[in-house]
């Protein structure tokens, strides 16, 4: 396992912690457009795939690449949604983390 790796490894786990912990919290707290179901299933979707990618790459699966690929492209989404519905800057920048990490590991 290399550097970039590492950190990408990092990186994903930071988010998957970031968007269960704020869905959980402060996204059925604070209720209406923040546990919309297209948003809040969109918010578990990621908190998964950035658990499933780190595991991949923990494991040194071949197939990291194709699940960062997609982690790249569900953390982005929920970035833009988490953006869209306010109130979750922390969410927003630790999902356009992982999408950028991601889309190195994945190329």
């Not at 927003?92 to 999408?99: F, L, T």
């Amino acid at each position: 396992m290399n550097e970039a790796m590492t950190r990408c490894i990092e990186t994903c786990l930071g988010c998957y912690k970031t968007c269960l912990a704020t869905a959980m919290n402060h996204c059925l707290e604070t209720g209406g457009k923040h546990t919309e179901p297209a948003h809040f299933r969109l918010m578990m979707a990621c908190a998964e795939i950035c658990r499933t990618s780190a595991h991949f790459m923990l494991i040194n699966s071949p197939h990291h690449k194709h699940i960062c690929a997609e982690c790249a492209e569900i953390c982005a989404e929920c970035a833009r949604d988490c953006r869209r519905i306010g109130g979750m800057d922390e969410c927003v920048a630790a999902c356009e983390a992982c999408a950028e990490s991601c889309r190195k590991m994945a190329a």
